[in-house]
């Protein structure tokens, strides 16, 4: 118990200062200690979209798989058009880092792709995971208020499609959406429907006047790695009333480099990944659920993401899969829980 204390300790001062060094890159590719600007060389790759009489399966897999790698990424978000009067923008938010993109999991039509941010020193925080299912009948959403019910699509708008399922740290829902890959003009880019999310680190953070975003995400495959377009709208909830405050435009470019060191990165997810196996499918359980899934903590609050990543340390310290099942399981059960009641 006393190691696991040390270690849990040591990652909550890497990522506060891993954050702080984030929130300090404003217009800045990445800040060393010195505030000198470091770029690294990019990696530039033919973007072939769809090759001829290449399947759309096919094609559309290709683009999801072109997205694993090593980047350097900026985040930058400007809120755009005031739909509230007298809201006054916020400034623009913008920050950078190292992140690797690692395979998880791969069924053909189900592929399931890891973030995880490294720094200069050597730190790594296990960022955010992505999830592509193709032709997904239904799936999770995100409903407001820490909720996550079942989205039942249309028959007729399923075929052809893929749904991006995104999750935070300790592999809980984020959002959800579906759309299709286009692939004209030699160039790949899938653009979701419009689907509700929780507020982002960067906002619930900082932020209290408003509840939710109505998010449209757009990818698409670059010469350099890719980009992560939202079209944010920001949204007030209040006695199931919405209020529209602002539009928002995001902007995330992952860029390839070559002569950064992201090998604790990979370190860690080589050392982890059985562990987070075990997290996924019990999240799945959880969702595949019909009816109402609720997370027992107002958004902002860490502890649930501390206690798993803590577990994660002590599976990296102790391989031993059965020591921490029960202690996950009863972490589980405290912050999250089912309501069958809302079954359609």
């Given at each position: 118990?006393?190691?696991?204390?040390?270690?849990?300790?040591?990652?909550?001062?890497?990522?506060?200062?891993?954050?702080?060094?984030?929130?300090?890159?404003?217009?800045?590719?990445?800040?060393?200690?010195?505030?000198?600007?470091?770029?690294?060389?990019?990696?530039?790759?033919?973007?072939?979209?769809?090759?001829?009489?290449?399947?759309?399966?096919?094609?559309?897999?290709?683009?999801?798989?072109?997205?694993?790698?090593?980047?350097?990424?900026?985040?930058?978000?400007?809120?755009?058009?005031?739909?509230?009067?007298?809201?006054?923008?916020?400034?623009?938010?913008?920050?950078?880092?190292?992140?690797?993109?690692?395979?998880?999991?791969?069924?053909?039509?189900?592929?399931?792709?890891q973030h995880i941010l490294v720094g200069a020193s050597g730190m790594i925080i296990k960022h955010w995971r992505q999830e592509w299912v193709y032709e997904m009948p239904s799936h999770w959403a995100y409903v407001g208020d820490q909720r996550?019910?079942?989205?039942?699509?249309?028959?007729?708008?399923?075929?052809?499609?893929?749904?991006?399922?995104?999750?935070?740290?300790?592999?809980?829902?984020?959002?959800?959406?579906?759309?299709?890959?286009?692939?004209?003009?030699?160039?790949?880019?899938?653009?979701?429907?419009?689907?509700?999310?929780?507020?982002?680190?960067?906002?619930?953070?900082?932020?209290?006047?408003?509840?939710?975003?109505?998010?449209?995400?757009?990818?698409?495959?670059?010469?350099?790695?890719?980009?992560?377009?939202?079209?944010?709208?920001?949204?007030?909830?209040?006695?199931?009333?919405?209020?529209?405050?602002?539009?928002?435009?995001?902007?995330?470019?992952?860029?390839?480099?070559?002569?950064?060191?992201?090998?604790?990165?990979?370190?860690?997810?080589?050392?982890?990944?059985?562990?987070?196996?075990?997290?996924?499918?019990?999240?799945?359980?959880?969702?595949?659920?019909?009816?109402?899934?609720?997370?027992?903590?107002?958004?902002?609050?860490?502890?649930?993401?501390?206690?798993?990543?803590?577990?994660?340390?002590?599976?990296?310290?102790?391989?031993?899969?059965?020591?921490?099942?029960?202690?996950?399981?009863?972490?589980?059960?405290?912050?999250?829980?089912?309501?069958?009641?809302?079954?359609?």
């Open positions: 118990m006393f190691l696991g204390a040390i270690i849990k300790t040591i990652r909550h001062i890497f990522l506060f200062l891993f954050l702080l060094l984030l929130t300090a890159c404003a217009n800045k590719t990445y800040m060393t200690k010195s505030d000198k600007t470091v770029s690294f060389p990019s990696v530039v790759r033919p973007v072939t979209g769809c090759m001829l009489n290449e399947r759309a399966f096919d094609c559309d897999r290709s683009a999801i798989l072109s997205m694993l790698g090593e980047y350097q990424v900026s985040f930058n978000f400007h809120e755009t058009t005031v739909l509230k009067s007298g809201y006054v923008r916020n400034d623009p938010k913008h920050s950078g880092g190292f992140e690797v993109v690692v395979l998880a999991d791969d069924s053909k039509s189900r592929i399931s792709m996550f019910d079942t989205h039942h699509r249309k028959p007729a708008s399923v075929p052809g499609t893929w749904t991006q399922l995104v999750y935070g740290v300790n592999d809980g829902p984020r959002y959800a959406g579906s759309g299709r890959w286009n692939h004209r003009y030699g160039v790949s880019t899938w653009t979701s429907e419009r689907t509700w999310r929780p507020l982002p680190r960067r906002e619930y953070s900082k932020r209290k006047d408003y509840q939710l975003l109505n998010v449209e995400n757009r990818h698409t495959i670059t010469p350099q790695g890719w980009t992560h377009e939202q079209d944010n709208t920001k949204v007030i909830r209040k006695n199931g009333e919405d209020t529209i405050l602002v539009r928002e435009f995001g902007f995330n470019d992952y860029r390839r480099i070559t002569g950064f060191n992201f090998s604790p990165g990979l370190d860690y997810w080589e050392a982890t990944s059985p562990f987070w196996t075990l997290v996924r499918k019990r999240w799945d359980r959880e969702l595949n659920k019909e009816g109402e899934t609720r997370l027992l903590f107002i958004t902002g609050d860490e502890k649930f993401s501390d206690e798993v990543l803590s577990l994660a340390d002590a599976y990296q310290v102790n391989p031993t899969m059965n020591k921490h099942l029960p202690a996950f399981e009863e972490v589980f059960n405290k912050f999250v829980s089912s309501d069958t009641s809302t079954m359609h």
